[in-house]
């Protein structure tokens, strides 16, 4: 059996990913910092307590799962909503930290198990902010467009040892990461949460935003034999991002 392991995999996309490999017959290792939503995951499916951005314990994690098949480097908070100039710097690093270091770190260790097997796909989560960048969003904005540069590189050191990277740009996802985003925006922009909710729909081709379970399938899709020379590859799933910073 395959097996694939999530980062930050107990809600959000990352719980609709481990669903999405679990439908296809894969065994599913979650790690999280949070224990209670870890404790509402399926029986059968490996939850470890761990920070994406702890190397030790990331480290003993793969140490325990030994063959890895599939991994979704997918830690990430949204940071804070403000001007750059109003941006602490603490709160810049933690932010870059958790997106970017968690998806090094996760890399890091997967790849020598990737290595000895001959075989494996590295799954990064960026994001729309990956590629246009966002106003008020410098950090996570930042470590997005970071993570595609660390997803290049990675696809052309380890192509030759049969392992394939990519990463998805999600777009606006629905659930409550979210509605934090919206609720903080509106608070900076003297705007509802509604109106900046319309804003972000309207820059979109297909005038929507995107679920958990859209970004969910396409990881399935690159962590399959289907997607076997799909590699190096920035893969946005966003209902086609026309205006990343619409007026409304």
């Not at 296809?24 to 920070?51: F, I």
């Amino acid at each position: 059996m395959k097996r694939v392991l999530i980062t930050a995999g107990a809600s959000g996309i990352g719980r609709a990913m481990g669903e999405a490999f679990a439908a296809v017959g894969m065994e599913v290792w979650v790690t999280d910092v949070d224990g209670k939503a870890l404790a509402t995951l399926p029986k059968g499916w490996q939850t470890r307590k761990a920070d994406a951005v702890d190397e030790n314990a990331m480290a003993q994690v793969m140490a325990e799962m030994g063959q890895i098949d599939v991994l979704c480097a997918n830690a990430g908070i949204a940071g804070p909503t403000a001007l750059v100039e109003d941006i602490a710097l603490e709160d810049w690093r933690t932010c870059v930290s958790v997106n970017l270091e968690g998806a090094f770190l996760a890399a890091k260790h997967a790849a020598p198990r990737m290595k000895v097997a001959g075989q494996g796909a590295i799954i990064l989560t960026s994001s729309t902010a990956g590629l246009y960048g966002y106003p008020n969003r410098a950090p996570y904005a930042a470590a997005k467009w970071a993570i595609i540069g660390l997803m290049k590189t990675l696809a052309m050191e380890l192509g030759p040892f049969g392992i394939r990277v990519n990463a998805i740009c999600p777009g606006s996802v629905e659930g409550a990461r979210m509605e934090g985003v919206l609720a903080r925006e509106a608070a900076a922009k003297g705007m509802t949460r509604d109106q900046v909710y319309d804003g972000y729909a309207s820059g979109t081709s297909m005038r929507r935003f995107v679920e958990a379970q859209d970004i969910a399938n396409m990881a399935v899709f690159l962590g399959s034999d289907a997607a076997r020379l799909v590699s190096g590859q920035v893969i946005a799933v966003d209902g086609h991002t026309e205006n990343p910073d619409p007026k409304v």
